[in-house]
């Protein structure tokens, strides 16, 4: 017998108009379910969708078409029974009163919740803790660094103890080891809570492989495949991966993305001036035909290696081109 669900997305879609009155679709016909208990990533570039499936399933947006269920309660006709048992982290949000300290503003968030006060407090110190903020749970928000901002807004998410957490890229601009605490106590939370679920956002593709028990991959407002990670990079055992740091720059990539063989090939820029070549090849005999034509083109390599297959070369495959930040750079690690 299956777990119940936590979220469940029938067909939803979201239109915008923009100020000048064209239509763009934000979400088209999403569907997935996410199991009770269950560690679900959205994983795709700014702009796929993921941020507006959040803000529909957190009573934040109305869909314009389609049915959406959160612990389930329906998220429209519902949305109070919604909020009482969902949280949601944002990273870059600033959220918080600038005048109150850290333990102050997470207390008052607190009782938006009904918690009694004294339980509130020794739940925000435990997790000052965890985050690292506990030497700055004095300080005024106004006086915290980007960084710190984001930690307090982690450890407001918990603080209701919700049954379902949305997470939206809560490691957005943080560094590694602070990133490497917060997925841990990710992961120990959902462990520990049964029945907890968590819907994690990310365009970091080792926070996705790490923690997500499956996950969707989304672009262009629609879903392209749901599973676990492991059965995602499963689908890429027909094809030898290739990757190379070359100089100088191919100046024509896609002419040879077309020699026999190649089924796909994606370029990123490297350091100092070189470039980095990710390939999709039919079989091993096709790397002598692509460093061949290299030499040709007066293309050094600089280092070669196959690779085993990893969620950013699922995607590339889907869509045809690299995962990327906001940047435009690509993101091998969180």
Same mark, same amino acid.
């Given at each position: ?11 939803v879609s979201r239109q915008f ?57 329906? &998220? $429209?006709?519902? #949305? ?5 048992? %969902? /949280?949601?982290? =944002?990273? +870059?949000?600033?959220?918080?009163y600038g005048i109150l300290t ?27 803790? &965890? $985050?690292?903020? #506990? ?5 005024? %928000? /106004?006086?915290? =660094?980007? +960084? ?37 106590? $990710? ?53 030898? $991966? ?93």
């Amino acid at each position: 017998m299956s777990a119940p669900l936590s979220v469940d997305v029938q067909n939803v879609s979201r239109q915008f108009v923009t100020k000048k009155g064209q239509t763009f679709w934000a979400l088209r016909d999403a569907s997935l379910q996410v199991q009770e208990g269950e560690l679900f990533g959205l994983l795709g570039p700014n702009g796929a969708g993921k941020t507006t499936l959040i803000k529909i399933l957190s009573t934040l947006l109305l869909p314009t078409s389609g049915q959406a269920r959160v612990a389930g309660f329906d &998220v $429209v006709r519902e #949305a109070d029974k919604v909020r009482r048992v %969902i /949280n949601m982290v =944002s990273g +870059g949000e600033h959220s918080g009163y600038g005048i109150l300290t850290v333990r102050e503003s997470l207390w008052l968030f607190s009782q938006f919740h009904g918690l009694p006060s004294k339980a509130a407090l020794a739940r925000i110190d435990e997790l000052l803790e &965890v $985050v690292g903020l #506990a030497q700055h749970a004095h300080t005024r %928000i /106004n006086k915290l =660094s980007t +960084g710190m901002r984001q930690k307090m807004n982690f450890v407001r998410g918990f603080l209701n103890d919700p049954r379902v957490l949305f997470l939206d890229e809560p490691t957005l601009g943080l560094d590694v080891e602070t990133s490497r605490i917060l997925r841990s106590y $990710v992961k120990r939370w959902v462990k520990e809570k049964p029945g907890r679920t968590i819907l994690l956002t990310t365009h970091y593709m080792a926070e996705a492989d790490e923690l997500c028990d499956r996950l969707a991959i989304i672009e262009g407002g629609r879903i392209l495949a749901c599973d676990t990670p492991a059965n995602l990079k499963r689908t890429m055992q027909d094809e030898v $991966v290739l990757r190379m740091e070359v100089y100088p720059s191919l100046a024509e990539p896609q002419r040879l993305a077309q020699l026999p063989g190649v089924l796909r090939l994606v370029p990123d820029r490297g350091q100092n001036g070189h470039q980095v070549l990710t390939w999709g090849l039919a079989d091993d005999g096709v790397i002598g035909t692509v460093i061949q034509a290299l030499q040709q083109d007066g293309v050094r390599i600089l280092r070669l290696e196959k690779a085993d297959p990893t969620l950013e070369d699922v995607f590339m495959r889907m869509v045809g081109r690299r995962l990327t930040d906001g940047n435009g750079q690509s993101n091998h690690s969180a």
